[in-house]
């Protein structure tokens, strides 16, 4: 049996569940991340958008971007103990429609039209390495991240068992939909040790280029987690009744 997170880009699965994955890996399980928006785009043209959130990470281009991210993501992920398993569709920033146009220009909103096939095309990815005793971990899709709400569409079509886990940071940015995501499903506490808190917070350390665009700050990510982890010693998984 493999415990499989399921993350959208490279960093979501550790910043959701990072705690939890070190305690199943010490623990002695075998814990996978496969992350999907995280191809090399074919050209280095890039919309405005991706520009700016370029300048914000401070890298240039875009194969060195995802080149540094999953380098960050390797490290992190080190840090947990868990194996990554990475995929080729792009990143929303990187996306063009039929016609050549950038498809996003922000990040949270509805899927483009032109991005309809894509969850089916995702769950034949994770169909294709899928084991009848594996157990998936999907994001709920808190803060309505396009990417996030995709790769949820994804695991949906799969018809298998699947736990959820919160998106964070956006649950701490839109807390009140947390009800609204679990409304009717079955909720289970896992807990986490002080050290698998420390391992958590060290893995979203590894995350240098992505730290400023999701905390305000080192010392903020860490007490916002410890926070979390808090409320229940632990951390909260979800499943369909």
Not at 141 to 153: A, E, F, M, N, P
Not at 195 to 216: E, N, V
């Amino acid at each position: 049996m493999r415990w499989i997170y399921i993350s959208p880009h490279l960093d979501d699965a550790v910043l959701s569940a990072g705690g939890l994955i070190y305690e199943q890996v010490h623990a002695g399980l075998d814990v996978e991340i496969w992350t999907f928006m995280c191809g090399f785009p074919s050209t280095e043209d890039l919309s405005p958008f991706a520009q700016l959130l370029h300048h914000q990470w401070g890298i240039a281009s875009a194969a060195e971007v995802v080149g540094a991210r999953r380098e960050e993501d390797r490290n992190a992920a080190k840090i947990v103990g868990a194996k990554t398993v990475y995929f080729d569709f792009l990143d929303c920033i990187y996306r063009r429609g039929g016609n050549g146009d950038w498809l996003y220009s922000q990040i949270f909103v509805p899927p483009h039209a032109d991005d309809k096939d894509l969850p089916a095309q995702i769950a034949e990815s994770i169909s294709a390495r899928l084991n009848p005793a594996d157990q998936l971990v999907c994001q709920l899709g808190l803060g309505s991240h396009v990417d996030h709400i995709l790769v949820r569409r994804a695991v949906d079509l799969l018809k298998v068992p699947v736990l959820f886990d919160v998106d964070i940071p956006y649950l701490f940015n839109s807390p009140e939909e947390l009800s609204l995501k679990t409304a009717g499903m079955i909720e289970n506490n896992h807990k986490i040790t002080e050290t698998g808190l420390k391992r958590w917070q060290d893995a979203i350390s590894a995350y240098q280029s992505q730290i400023s665009s999701l905390f305000d700050s080192q010392d903020a990510m860490r007490e916002q987690i410890k926070s979390y982890w808090a409320e229940k010693g632990g951390l909260r998984l979800w499943a369909n009744e």
